[in-house]
């Protein structure tokens, strides 16, 4: 069975190497529309120990391991029959997902509490879609080198939380659910999945089909929360730096 099992994948991977190696050697236009980018999150900065869990999280500070990234998108050139080595579109993202998880484990350590405990999935996801314009050059041959600007509409979902010295004077806890809403309404799906708009910049070379694609999205989004010291809802920086592998069809 295992053999059988490595045969099929061995078999898709390079039906996979394949069809990418057709389309990249494939005599068409450098202007190519439809891409696939696939790559590495970085979301947000290290934590900052001498921070409370609401400060950090408000100033961006998520404790994220690097993560995954996945774009699918066209985009749609203004002057794509010009004869020209410059064109403008329209670069659409129909789908922008992204996956980190969040590891706090040294900031709760730092609380000096052994029976402090962290709960939760771990995790922070992203998904979404953006446009924004376009403008690509091809200086040379194949090479194409893609500039654009985007307007992001993302719907974020955190799952963490922490505490420590619990029922202590010096009681230091906090989530990304607010435990204390009065509707209690705290894991709700509107409280959970908050959506927010952010720009997104980015830059992408590539040579035929293959390619590096570099994107950068100061994002914030508003979150709800429970801490020691409030609970609510607040304003949460997120932004996120994504270098992904750019496969263009």
């Known amino acids: 069975m295992k053999k059988t099992t490595l045969n099929y994948l061995r078999m898709v991977a390079v ?3 394949s069809f ?11 202007f190519r529309s439809g891409y696939l980018r696939l790559g ?3 979301l947000g900065h290290k934590m900052d120990n001498s921070q409370t869990g609401l400060e950090n999280v408000v100033n961006g500070n998520l404790g994220a391991k690097k993560g995954f990234a996945l774009d699918f998108g066209h985009i749609y050139y203004f002057n794509k029959n010009a004869d020209f080595p410059i064109k403008f579109g329209l670069d659409w993202t129909y789908i922008s997902l992204s996956y980190n998880k969040l590891d706090w484990s040294d900031y709760v350590s730092s609380k000096g509490d052994p029976e402090a405990y962290i709960d939760g999935k771990k995790m922070a996801l992203s998904a979404g ?14 090479l194409v080198i893609d500039a654009r600007a985007q307007l992001g509409l993302s719907w974020y979902l955190f799952d963490q ?3 420590a010295h619990e029922g202590e004077a010096n009681e230091s806890y906090f989530s990304f659910t607010d435990n204390r809403d009065e509707n209690d309404e705290g894991e709700s799906v509107k409280h959970r999945l908050r959506n927010a708009f952010n720009p997104n910049f980015g830059i992408t070379i590539r040579r035929k089909a293959i390619g590096l694609s570099l994107d950068y ?10 801490s020691s010291e409030s609970h609510g ?3 949460f920086k997120v932004p996120s730096l994504q270098l992904k592998l750019s496969i263009t069809l």
């Open 161 to 163: 939380e922490y505490y």
């Open 217 to 226: 999205m100061p994002a914030k989004v508003d979150y709800y929360y429970d």
């Open 233 to 235: 809802k607040s304003k």
């Open 15 to 17: 039906s996979i190497l």
């Open 40 to 42: 590495f999150n970085n």
């Open 20 to 30: 990418i190696f057709l389309v990249s050697t494939a005599q068409r236009s450098p």
């Open 129 to 142: 879609t953006k446009a924004g314009l376009n403008l690509s050059v091809n200086p040379v041959e194949y």
